[in-house]
């Protein structure tokens, strides 16, 4: 699942939510769901 970063405060996403310039996504996920996608994605911030 995936957050996004806005004014310091995680929010999921929902229809009619625009990104900006200063927004972050970020991953959410369990520890051992997170570790899966990790070893199955390239994700070069993450290593």
Known sequence: MVGV???????????????????????LARPDAYRALEALLSLPELR
């Open 5 to 27: 970063m806005r004014d310091g405060q995680i929010r999921l996403p929902r229809p009619g939510l625009r990104l900006t310039r200063d927004d972050e996504l970020m991953l």
